[in-house]
């Protein structure tokens, strides 16, 4: 899977905040990068509610978002370089300051860029990734690859040599299998239609409880 930078220029106001939130929320669900969804949604939102409190309202903005090897990595530019976000040590009581203290709790690393016309303020989450173009390694993925790369009536991107299939090959080399275990069920006198029901139940299971690492969490 190829995963390329993308930025959105908006303006820093707490309606925005929800946008960008939703856009990191689709943009992950593209990439396959549901399990840090979350986690990303709360970096956009201090990152940008960092612009809105200490370099003002209605402030042009971008948000960058790339990968840095296995780690997604979130950036919010703005032109001010001398309103620095810094981490400060809050209590229980304490009003303000907590936007950099939540992104420190949940990022790998993150730090300040000063260029001569922007502050750059970024953040990387661990994503799970085995590779930058790859996937997250969960058990069930693992047993789905292990069958495609035995499965003789299929074209397994596993099997594909130096020529890697494209999305929709792979996604119909998938289908296929699917197909032959209902095709399989049905000749052992199974409902297919009931066993679809309970394969989507114990999916949805398995995302909520992050059986594969991925969530379900509302959007904002």
Same mark, same amino acid.
């Given at each position: 899977?190829?995963?390329?930078?993308?930025?959105?220029?908006?303006?820093?106001?707490?309606?925005?905040?929800?946008?960008?939130?939703?856009?990191?929320?689709?943009?992950?669900?593209?990439?396959?990068?549901?399990?840090?969804?979350?986690?990303?949604?709360?970096?956009?939102?201090?990152?940008?509610?960092?612009?809105?409190?200490?370099?003002?309202?209605?402030?042009?903005?971008?948000?960058?978002?790339?990968?840095?090897? @296995?780690?997604?990595? %979130?950036?919010?530019?703005?032109?001010?370089? =001398? /309103?620095?976000?810094?981490? &400060? +040590?809050?209590?229980? *009581?304490?009003?303000?300051?907590?936007?950099?203290?939540?992104?420190?709790?949940?990022?790998?690393?993150?730090?300040?860029?000063?260029?001569?016309?922007?502050?750059?303020?970024?953040?990387?989450?661990?994503?799970?990734?085995?590779?930058?173009?790859?996937?997250?390694?969960?058990?069930?993925?693992?047993?789905?690859?292990?069958?495609?790369?035995?499965?003789?009536?299929?074209?397994?991107?596993?099997?594909?040599?130096?020529?890697?299939?494209?999305?929709?090959?792979?996604?119909?080399? @998938?289908?296929?299998? %699917?197909?032959?275990?209902?095709?399989?069920? =049905? /000749?052992?006198?199974?409902? &297919? +239609?009931?066993?679809? *029901?309970?394969?989507?139940?114990?999916?949805?299971?398995?995302?909520?409880?992050?059986?594969?690492?991925?969530?379900?969490?509302?959007?904002?």
């Amino acid at each position: 899977m190829t995963r390329k930078p993308w930025d959105l220029t908006f303006t820093a106001e707490p309606a925005e905040v929800a946008v960008l939130r939703r856009l990191m929320r689709l943009h992950l669900g593209i990439w396959g990068l549901h399990e840090v969804t979350d986690e990303a949604q709360l970096c956009v939102s201090e990152l940008a509610a960092n612009v809105i409190t200490h370099v003002g309202p209605g402030t042009p903005a971008t948000l960058a978002v790339s990968m840095n090897g @296995v780690h997604l990595r %979130i950036e919010v530019h703005d032109p001010d370089t =001398r /309103a620095l976000p810094t981490l &400060v +040590d809050t209590n229980a *009581d304490s009003e303000g300051g907590r936007g950099m203290a939540l992104v420190d709790a949940v990022a790998e690393r993150w730090g300040v860029q000063l260029q001569l016309d922007r502050k750059v303020t970024w953040c990387e989450l661990a994503t799970g990734l085995t590779s930058p173009n790859g996937h997250v390694d969960g058990p069930g993925v693992r047993r789905a690859e292990a069958l495609l790369a035995s499965y003789p009536d299929v074209t397994s991107p596993l099997r594909a040599g130096p020529v890697r299939l494209g999305r929709v090959a792979t996604e119909d080399s @998938v289908i296929t299998v %699917i197909a032959d275990f209902l095709h399989w069920l =049905r /000749a052992h006198g199974c409902d &297919v +239609d009931e066993a679809l *029901d309970r394969a989507q139940v114990r999916y949805d299971v398995e995302l909520g409880n992050g059986g594969d690492g991925f969530s379900r969490a509302s959007t904002v």
